[in-house]
Nanobody, 120 residues
Framework: QVHLVESGGGLVQPGGSLRLSCVAS????????MGWYRQAPGKQRELVAV???????NYGDSVKGRFTISRDNAKKTVSLQMNSLKPEDTAVFYC??????????????WGQGTQVTVSS
């Protein structure tokens, strides 16, 4: 079992910055892809950013050039630096991690979510 705990959400003014972090714990042999999704009220969950074990990255179109994802494999963490925040970035941000199970399949684990609110 893998547990993910996010931190770093909060209220920020438009144009400001926030840094989200997510720490994985539990029975982890290895972690494959990690990343972030978000869900705004009344909208579907959307991809924000992902990073593979080899540190290849991919971003949602709406955050390219503003957000940067990184990971520390030794600490089993993934971080999301968010700059130039806009009101439309307001959402609950969810961390995820893909990890192999004892049976060899890949399972996706999710954090509980952290609220990001961009407002003046």
């Amino acid at each position: 079992q893998v547990h993910l705990v996010e931190s770093g959400g909060g209220l920020v003014q438009p144009g400001g910055s926030l840094r989200l972090s997510c720490v994985a714990s539990g029975s982890i042999f290895s972690i494959d892809t990690m990343g972030w999704y978000r869900q705004a009220p009344g909208k579907q969950r959307e991809l924000v950013a992902v990073i593979t074990s080899g540190e290849s990255t991919n971003y949602g179109d709406s955050v390219k050039g503003r957000f940067t994802i990184s990971r520390d494999n030794a600490k089993k963490t993934v971080s999301l630096q968010m700059n130039s925040l806009k009101p439309e970035d307001t959402a609950v941000f969810y961390c995820f991690a893909d990890a192999p199970t004892a049976g060899g399949t890949i399972r996706t684990y999710w954090g509980q979510g952290t609220q990001v609110t961009v407002s003046s």
